[in-house]
């Protein structure tokens, strides 16, 4: 090698030593300044759920907006719902759950065309379930209990028979009297020797009034909103028979909130 | 090999560049999985902001005090104060400012003794 060139070779070695010990030792990078995008996940995710929490104070749709937007979530409202469902499962206040609820429903989530109805007039409420993806038998049921005078009755219950969907749910839709899907509605569910609940909201792909409950069969559930007395009973996954193949079937409630008069 | 040597300087010269060109433009420092304690100003005072959006109507001083825990571990009241300052000097709505101001002095009061109602 040139005795030329081995200056040039030493300075280099010398120039990024030095670069680096300063960048990495004497001066590391401190980070500030930064945005809730680079937030670590479980910070996001904390963040995301301060955002909920301030939005179901306030209201501000459009500020929650902004503030979602921080994050460039292609899908939000999904994101909230999942964070919803995740601070559920993780025994997390449900003050939280259905803040995030709340926003994932008013972020215009709205429930997917039905496949065995024509298009709804605007403000029409939909009816069956948006997941059947073949033609389902629905035999309606001429029991239901309807409690004058609460906040929301049962406006149906059906027996949905689907193929496609052999695991029996307790699926429930709330709507209130615009015929708008409400998220955030507890609902309870009590059989024999155990209770549950979940809340409306947390699948807002389903629509922002819609939540389920798988079932077990052989049990016999009764669905009721906390915040109403109006109770559908004798839940059972009675057996379905189509295309020669019998399967459980899955019952749809509707709760809606009377229009006022 | 001497410290005079041209060569010398003008390989710690480039070396530098190189190390800067590196990492300035090359393989640029990308910020993640940082924490809360380092948003910048504006969306640090929007997150007390928030606090105390969710403080009006939930009115729990120890849900807030949490919440602001996460931007680290100064009083939490010292982020309150300089969000009302920041929101102050950059024009914020009357209203918000009047929000943060009632966290502050939710902060500022404290916790009543158990069994005691406060008047």
């Known amino acids: 090698m040139s005795r030329g060139i081995l200056p040039l070779l030493v300075g280099i070695a010398l120039g990024l030593a030095g670069g680096l010990t300063y960048a990495w030792v004497i001066d590391p990078v401190q980070f500030t300044s930064t945005s809730p995008a680079a937030l670590r996940a479980d910070f996001q995710a904390d963040y995301l759920t301060l955002i909920a929490s301030a939005y179901a104070s306030t209201r501000d749709l459009d500020r929650a907006r902004a503030r979602l937007a921080l994050f460039s979530d292609p899908n939000p409202a999904e994101t909230l719902g999942a964070l919803a469902q995740a601070r559920l499962a993780s025994g997390g206040p449900m003050a939280e759950a259905q803040a995030l609820a709340l926003l994932a429903g008013d972020l215009g989530v709205r429930p997917s065309p039905l496949p065995t109805s024509g298009t709804p007039s605007p403000g029409s409420r939909p009816s069956g379930s948006p997941t059947v993806a073949r033609s389902p038998t629905v035999r309606p049921s001429p029991t239901v209990t309807r409690t004058p005078g609460a906040p929301f009755r049962v406006d149906s219950r059906e027996l949905v028979c689907d193929i496609d969907q052999q695991i029996p749910r307790l699926r429930v839709r709330v709507f209130d009297s615009a015929g708008q899907g409400v998220p955030g509605v507890e609902v309870l569910v009590v059989w024999e020797d155990g209770q549950d609940h979940f809340f409306t909201g947390l699948k807002p792909e389903l629509g922002s009034g819609f939540g389920d409950f798988t079932m077990t069969e052989g049990v016999t559930y009764t669905v009721r909103l906390a915040e109403s007395d109006a109770l559908a009973t004798g839940l059972v996954a009675e057996t379905c028979t189509e295309d020669g193949e019998t399967f459980p079937g899955s019952w749809e409630l509707v709760f809606v909130q009377p229009e006022e008069s | ?119």
Request: charged share 20%.
């Open chain 2, 1 to 119: 090999m001497s410290l005079r040597s041209p060569r010398l300087w003008l390989g710690l010269a480039l070396g530098i560049a190189a190390g800067l060109l590196y990492g300035w433009v090359l393989q640029p420092v990308e910020l993640y999985d940082t924490a809360p304690s380092s948003l910048r100003e504006d969306y640090r005072t929007d997150y007390v902001l928030m606090v105390a959006e969710a403080y009006g109507v939930e009115a729990d001083r120890t849900q807030a005090v949490v919440r602001l825990a996460a931007l680290g571990p100064q009083p939490p009241i010292e982020f309150v104060e300089s969000a009302i300052a920041y929101a102050t000097a950059n024009g914020f709505a009357a209203q918000d400012i009047e929000r943060l101001s009632r966290l502050a002095r939710g902060l500022g009061t404290a916790p009543p003794a158990a069994g005691i109602q406060p008047p």
